[in-house]
Structures are given as C-alpha cells and as structure tokens.
C-alpha cells in the first residue's frame, strides 16, 4: 500500500468542527436598551438615591414628627399605636372581616395570602418582556399591593391627631407633677373609675386629658363624671353618690396642692 492511498479520516459527529471563541454577545443589536453597569448604570442609581434622600431629609426638617415621652408601663391610660409601617395592618384590624371573631383573617390569612401572592407574582407571569402592558399579572398584583398599603396607611394616620397625642404623652418634670395621695379614699375612687383613661397620676392620655392644672368646682367636677363633657361620654361614673363625692373632693384637693 502506497503512502496516502486507501486511508480514510471519520469525524465524531458529536463534536463541531466549528470553532466559536468564548466571546459575550454583541448587544448593540439592542440599541438604547442596555449600557455599561460602570460606570453608567451605577451612577444614575446613586443621582436617583440622592435625590430621594434629599427629599426625605428636607421632609422631616419642614414637619417632624411629633415625638412622645419615654415609654411608662405603669401608665395604664397610655394607648399604643405601631410605628407607621405598620399602620395599615393596624386599620385592617379595625374592619369587621379582620377583627372579632375573625381576628385570624386579619392577622394571619389575608397578610399572609398578600405578601404570598407577591412571592409568587414572578412565577405566576413569566412572560418574556419587560414592559408593564407585557406583565399584567405580576403589575396587577403590585399595583393592588401599592394601593391598599398607601390607602390603609392613609386611614390609619388621618384618625390621630399626633401633635394633641404628643402633647399629652410629653414626659412631665417633677415639678409640675401633682402631689397625689394614693391612700386616700377618693384616689381608691379614682383608680376604679377613671385611671384607665386619665393614668395612674392624672395626667391623662391619647384617650382623655389630664385632671391636674384645671379650675373646676366640686359641682362641675361631679356633673361631668356624671353627663360627660366633650368626647366623654355619659355614665362613665358607676360609684355610689357618697364615692362621687369623694371624687370630686380628691381631684379638687390635688389642683388646690399644685
């Protein structure tokens, strides 16, 4: 057999005699849609972070939040309310269907069914584009999750008048605290009647204003446990006519002490 003659080369098919370079792919086919990360992209993200935070930070200088006292837990008149984050689950307690009996939707099912629908939204719509009109599901969701936090959140914050709840819940200095015997009959009276509004030192709350720096008489002291004035209601004194009378005598003494 002569050199070269009679021989045959058979390629594995499974290989490809094409050679392709590991080299990304060209995306200028795609133009005004992509740019580099850097320093391009990364710029513009921290331009959009300075200007939120310089609208946050001129925000809270123009109106800052009214802040109240430290916290007291011997202050059973003190109501509390979350931070406001979390205001709108807050007023969804308040509804008939999240609260009561069925306290569990409230707390655990429908939040639970929300932030799990969110999970779920890049799974649930997987189509290929970007755009908002391409995605509806997973826009839907998001658009009805913005909504209900941002209308929640509304309600919640509109019903409180923060600055009055400030106000009342401001620490006081011990010199403009009331002398207070708590021995007395008319302040066993008191904590059976009126400290879960007024607090354990008369000093009032979210719910009632303080009982200490006013100018009222005796009279006016036990008609007002009797009919209620302003946002008290009526009959909110359950005591006999003599325990009344202790009252009223209790209240006035502390104002005659200040």
């Known amino acids: ?136 599901v997973s826009v839907g969701m998001m658009l009805l999750a913005l909504t209900s936090v941002i209308w929640l959140t509304y309600q919640s914050a509109s019903g409180v008048n923060w600055e009055q709840r400030a106000e009342a819940n401001k620490p006081v200095p011990p010199s403009e605290q009331a002398d207070i015997d708590k021995d007395s009959e008319g302040y066993k009276v008191f904590e059976n009647n009126c400290m879960s509004c007024h607090g354990e030192d008369l000093q009032g709350g979210a719910a009632a204003p303080p009982l200490t720096g006013i100018d009222r008489s005796k009279k006016e002291i036990k008609d007002i446990a009797k009919n209620g004035i302003g946002s008290m209601p009526p009959d909110q004194f359950s005591g006999s006519d003599k325990e009344l009378d202790k009252l009223a005598e209790f209240i006035v003494s502390v104002n005659e002490d200040q």
């Open 1 to 136: 057999m002569h050199k070269g003659k009679g021989m045959k080369f058979v390629g594995d098919s499974r290989i490809s005699a094409e050679q392709k370079p590991n080299i990304p792919k060209d995306y200028s086919e795609y133009p005004g849609r992509t740019e580099a990360f850097w320093p391009n992209f990364l710029l513009k993200e921290w331009l959009a972070g300075s200007v939120f935070l310089v609208g946050f930070l001129t925000l809270t200088l123009a109106h800052p939040a009214p802040l109240e006292g430290m916290a007291d837990p011997t202050n059973s008149g003190y109501i509390p309310l979350p931070d406001w984050y979390f205001l709108f689950l807050y007023e969804l307690l308040k509804y008939n269907f999240a609260s009561g009996p069925y306290i569990l939707f409230g707390i655990i099912i429908i939040p639970g069914l929300a932030f799990g629908g969110l999970l779920l939204a890049p799974f649930l719509d997987k189509g290929p584009g970007r755009r908002p009109h391409q995605r509806p």
